[in-house]
């Protein structure tokens, strides 16, 4: 028998999971006026909730719901991996299981975190279970879309690919900006105007029309000069080079002629 959903106003949400988005999440959805148990301890249940939403690492979400198990009539994760079967445990206590994964970076403090307008994937084990979903991705001006447990891989791998990835470059770039006689906060402060005018024109252009540089313009001699200087300065980067390189060549071939 499906769970009736209250207003979200009518009862608490129930947060489990202390990190930096169980805290995040509980401090936004009380801005909004939603009341809210928690961000509680691994292991700890809240009371008296609608829903509970558990925030512990991707391994841990099938153990932290069956701790949960009985305690409210939703049960969700925000793991944007993680395939709502891992909620079984408390589904198979009676409770309805959803996902809500905000596409969103969670620094440590002091960096800040605007859940306002980023995306948010959603899926539920039931029609209530997915209304409830989209209805707190909404409430925090999130935009839901939903993901189904065969498409989650494939989403959470390309996230990572555009945030963690990109820091993960970011991160060689400081290295073999060292060569120049860069000290990292030095690169990291020259660099970023760059990053930012590159993200916003692949917003606005897409990753065709936003290629510049040498391997758009065809310029082989800079890029052989770029890759020795790679191999002199940080030789274990070479084949991260060589591999974007190869992409980047890809990408300059797809380029529409103006």
Same mark, same amino acid.
């Given at each position: 028998?499906? !769970?009736?959903?209250?207003?979200? #106003? ?18 936004? *959805?009380?801005?909004?006026? /939603? ?16 829903? /509970? ?7 841990? #979400? ?6 949960? !198990? ?11 991996? #993680?395939?709502? %079967?891992?909620?079984?445990? !408390?589904?198979?206590?009676? %409770? ?12 440590? %403090?002091?960096?800040?975190?605007? @859940? ?18 989209? +209805?707190?991705?909404?409430? @925090? ?5 939903? /993901? ?13 690919? %555009? ?13 073999? !900006? ?7 906060? +030095? ?12 993200? +916003?024109?692949? /917003? ?7 290629? #510049? ?23 274990? *980067? @070479? ?20």
């Amino acid at each position: 028998m499906q !769970a009736r959903l209250n207003r979200l #106003t009518d009862a608490p949400v129930g947060v489990v999971g202390a990190g930096r988005l169980g805290g995040a999440l509980a401090a936004a *959805l009380r801005a909004e006026g /939603i009341p809210v148990e928690g961000p509680m301890g691994r292991g700890e249940v809240p009371a008296g909730c609608q829903a /509970i939403l558990l925030c512990v690492p991707d391994s841990e #979400t099938e153990a932290a719901a069956q701790t949960v !198990a009985g305690a409210a009539p939703f049960v969700g994760h925000v793991s944007g991996a #993680t395939p709502l %079967a891992a909620l079984e445990p !408390a589904i198979r206590r009676g %409770a309805e299981g959803f996902g809500l994964h905000p596409l969103q970076t969670f620094a440590p %403090a002091p960096a800040s975190v605007e @859940l306002a307008g980023a995306g948010c994937a959603v899926a539920g084990s039931s029609p209530a279970a997915l209304a409830l979903a989209r +209805e707190l991705a909404l409430v @925090l001006g999130m935009e839901p879309f939903e /993901i189904d447990d065969d498409g989650r891989a494939a989403y959470h791998a390309a996230a990572s690919m %555009a945030s963690n990835f990109l820091l993960a470059l970011e991160a060689a770039a400081e290295r073999v !900006a060292g060569a120049a006689g860069l000290d990292e906060e +030095e690169a990291r402060a020259l660099l970023a105007p760059l990053v930012r005018t590159t993200v +916003e024109n692949w /917003i606005a252009l897409g990753p065709e029309l936003a290629l #510049t540089g040498p391997v758009a313009r065809g310029d082989e001699q800079t890029v052989r000069a770029q890759r020795a200087a790679v191999e002199a300065a940080a030789p274990d *980067l @070479l084949p991260v080079f060589d591999s974007l390189l190869s992409e980047t060549r890809s990408l300059a071939g797809r380029r529409v002629p103006a």
